[in-house]
């Protein structure tokens, strides 16, 4: 099975004061997602933001929106982020008693279903789940925060994973989401990620997003999803 490699722009990393200009950046430079980071300041220490962001998201550019929940009690909210735009809704493993639930409350709502684990949640847990799914997201760091430093032991997780996704013979995509660079991408690609979210690496440093986006995606060009 090979995927093609996409790239989600995570907005936690963009300049504020200038979100559509940043969305349109990114768009321009290739992107294929824009990745959308709902924080509660209970599963995760900070507050992001909301709804708002992601309909205002929605009406600057066509690209599937990725939302990011990273909240409890996910399932209060569905049908609201689907509604302002949400193509692909991510809920977290350990918010979630009623993870099936809530997979097929996405589903219906309109939008495809994921679901994420922290670098500590063992694959494993996912083997009754990932039928209903159309994407795993693998945390390479701890939730809550754009700029951190990648976590090796995901990258066994992530192989592990895509040969439990290939006995399946569904097509899941591998969404890979903290310290996601030049550094790091060719390895979690070549272990099975399909999507790699990158925040820092597009919109800090220096470089133009346009610069920034292609080094990440001259990363791994040549390699491939197995
Ligand atoms: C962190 C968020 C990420 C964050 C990634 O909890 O889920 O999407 O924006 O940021 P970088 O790419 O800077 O590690
Ligand atoms: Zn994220």
Known sequence: MTL???????LLAADFTRLGQQIEQAECAGVDWIHVDVMD????????????????????????????????????HIEA????????????????????RVVQQIREAGAHPSVAINPATPVCLLDDILPFVDMVLVMTVNPGYGGQRFVDTTLRKIGDLRARIESLGREIEIEVDGGIHAGTAPDVVTSGASVLVAGTAIYGGSGSVVANTAALR?????????
């Open 218 to 226: 001259e990363s791994v060009l040549g390699e491939t999803v197995r």
């Open 81 to 100: 982020m689907v509604d302002a735009g949400a193509a692909w809704v991510t809920v977290h493993y350990e918010t979630c008693p009623h993870l099936h």
């Open 4 to 10: 093609p490699v996409r790239i989600s722009a995570s």
């Open 41 to 76: 300041g209970t599963f995760v220490p900070p507050i992001s933001f909301g709804l708002p962001i992601i309909q205002a998201a929605r009406r600057v550019t066509a690209l599937p929106l990725d939302v990011h929940l990273m909240i409890v009690h996910p399932e209060r």
